[in-house]
């Protein structure tokens, strides 16, 4: 039976439903209860009321594909759910690969929960080397950060601005957990995709072993504890070797991939059961792969031709941003008439009255801060000084006078965002000035987005040292969001915004 995505699903006698879920693949909701139904009910053997709801399912995926474009506005999780339902044709499946997974960027969440069903999506459509540079890229580099448990939330280029073990950022979520649960779906993606692993009958009285390689891996091996005992197994494509250990009590499949290799020599257990063909019934000739059936309790080995090395590679599609930090500076601190703002500049609570000095640049349609929590809406102007010689304060104007005002844009909470509205496409740097004003060895980090499909443009940065000042220019595209998120400190501050 297929695996229902992460949404709940209540079936009511006059079969509609209600459904919630966080992200949405809303119009396949229905036909996929329709079809697990089906499935239920056939195995029940009400070959009837199966028909009946077949021919519901059908009619109900028919309206969906009335509508050519009734995906084109999912992102990568809607995408993933949706694949998920395998009711896509492949066609379709083609589609949103390339729009939504093909970019190595875009189809890491920040959520390794998230991140689990995206390998499920991975695996329906076959993109395995995908799937597996995207296991290397959020679990691995959980591993290289120090971690040896699963986190709540990761992003990997927090190990080019973090120590190994250090603070890691905070994010929406809150206080993020390095020791959470729901970012272990790998483990049972990898058992069950990638080792081969799975039960086709329950407690494993039955079972497959089915590992998957790409172009990426040449061997596999794992165990699974079962009701029966310890299932072990272990495939070797570059020396032609399999190993099977099956309990009492379980029978086995064991599936060698063929690739591109023609049907070659195969024995099991030292007995030759595959020369140019099949010698015996218990051998499967599929076009993609050879399905050795009823292998019974015992240790098993298995010899077959090696593959050729040329088949495989090691090499990962790049990593492509379209956004980028230029410069950092910490000596200019607040006179920033001279170096930042020719274009515009927002200086952030800076007038008397808590509003903020602003000069926008035309190209500039909007900007919108905004925080999440203690409380909806814009986050709060902190005035740590209404009066002050002190020069790491931003100059109230471009002529770098004083007195000054000691002020920013903050939270108490673990982060906030602001979008620049961009009036047309073209490339702008944006310069942000932080000030540690109590020196009290505050740190954040910045995520940079597409601020209309929300798609991550750069690779997270890190505010820390500036109880001096510290100013981060980045170079864009295209309308911006940034989210500011907390590391150490009591709150997440941002003095001003500069554009060139």
Same mark, same amino acid.
């Given at each position: 039976m297929r695996e229902i995505p992460?949404?709940?699903?209540?079936?009511?006698?006059?079969? $509609?439903?209600v459904q919630a879920s966080n992200t949405l693949a809303r119009p396949l909701i229905f /036909?996929?209860?329709?079809?697990?139904?089906?499935?239920?009910?056939?195995?029940?053997?009400?070959?009837?009321l199966a028909a009946k709801y077949a021919r519901y399912a059908r009619t109900k995926l028919a309206e969906v594909n009335q509508?050519?474009?009734? !995906?084109?506005?999912?992102?990568? !999780? *809607?995408? *993933?759910?949706a694949i998920n339902t395998g009711l896509l044709t492949n066609s379709i499946q083609e589609t949103l690969f390339n729009r939504e997974f093909k970019d190595r960027v875009n189809r890491l969440s920040i959520s390794p929960f998230n991140q689990y069903f995206i390998l499920q999506s991975l695996a329906t459509m076959d993109k395995w080397d995908e799937a597996l540079t995207s296991v290397n890229d959020m679990w691995g580099e959980m591993i290289r950060y120090g971690g040896t448990t699963t986190f709540e939330v990761f992003r990997p280029s927090w190990n080019q601005i973090i120590s190994k073990n250090d603070a890691v950022p905070n994010s929406q979520c809150g206080i993020v957990s390095l020791c959470h649960p729901w970012g272990a779906g790998v483990a049972k993606w990898l058992t069950e995709q990638i080792l081969g692993l799975s039960p086709t009958s329950p407690g494993f009285t039955t079972f497959r072993f089915a590992p998957h390689f790409g172009t990426k891996l040449t061997s596999v091996s794992g165990s699974v504890n079962t009701p029966k005992g310890t299932i072990s197994a272990k495939m070797d494509l570059s020396k032609g070797t399999a190993e099977l250990h099956?309990? =009492?009590?379980?029978?086995?499949?064991?599936?060698?991939?063929? @690739?591109?290799? @023609?049907?070659?020599?195969? $024995?099991l257990d030292g007995k030759v059961i595959v020369t140019s063909s099949p010698t015996t019934d218990q051998v499967l000739v599929l076009p993609d792969r050879l399905v050795i059936t009823n292998i019974q309790p015992g240790k098993h080995s298995l010899q077959f031709t090696p593959f050729n090395s040329n088949q495989f590679?090691?090499?990962?599609?790049?990593?492509?941003?379209?956004?980028?930090?230029?410069?950092? %500076?910490? $000596?200019?601190? #607040?006179?920033?008439?001279?170096?930042?703002?020719?274009? #515009?500049?927002?200086?952030?609570?800076?007038?008397?009255? #808590?509003?903020?000095?602003?000069?926008? /640049?035309?190209?500039?349609k909007s900007i919108d801060f905004f925080r999440a929590f203690p409380k909806p809406g814009r986050p709060d102007t902190t005035i740590w000084d209404s009066q002050t010689n002190d020069k790491r304060a931003l100059a109230p104007s471009r002529l770098n006078q004083f007195?000054?005002? *000691? $002020?920013?844009?903050?939270?108490?909470? =673990?982060?906030?965002?602001?979008?620049?509205?961009?009036?047309?496409?073209?490339?702008?740097?944006?310069?942000?000035?932080?000030?540690?004003?109590?020196?009290? #060895?505050?740190? @954040? %980090?910045?995520?940079?987005?597409?601020?209309?499909?929300?798609?991550?443009?750069? /690779?997270?940065?890190?505010?820390? %040292?500036?109880?001096?000042?510290?100013?981060?220019?980045?170079?864009?595209?295209q309308s911006t969001k940034f989210r500011l998120n907390k590391i150490r400190g009591e709150l997440v501050t941002l003095s001003g915004i500069f554009f060139d």
């Open positions: 992460h949404y709940f699903l209540f079936a009511i006698s006059d079969l $509609t439903f /036909p996929l209860v329709l079809w697990t139904l089906l499935e239920i009910i056939t195995q029940r053997g009400n070959k009837e509508d050519p474009l009734w !995906h084109s506005n999912y992102s990568i !999780h *809607a995408a *993933a759910d099956c309990p =009492q009590g379980t029978t086995g499949s064991i599936e060698i991939p063929r @690739s591109n290799q @023609s049907l070659v020599k195969l $024995t590679r090691t090499t990962a599609d790049p990593l492509i941003y379209s956004a980028k930090l230029v410069s950092t %500076d910490k $000596t200019t601190q #607040g006179n920033w008439s001279n170096k930042y703002g020719k274009d #515009g500049y927002i200086l952030l609570g800076a007038n008397q009255d #808590g509003t903020d000095e602003s000069a926008l /640049p035309t190209y500039v007195p000054r005002r *000691a $002020t920013c844009l903050s939270n108490n909470d =673990q982060t906030m965002t602001f979008s620049v509205w961009f009036k047309n496409p073209a490339k702008h740097r944006i310069t942000l000035y932080f000030v540690d004003w109590k020196k009290s #060895g505050s740190r @954040s %980090d910045i995520e940079m987005f597409d601020a209309d499909t929300l798609k991550m443009i750069a /690779p997270v940065s890190m505010v820390k %040292d500036h109880q001096n000042g510290l100013y981060l220019t980045y170079e864009t595209k």
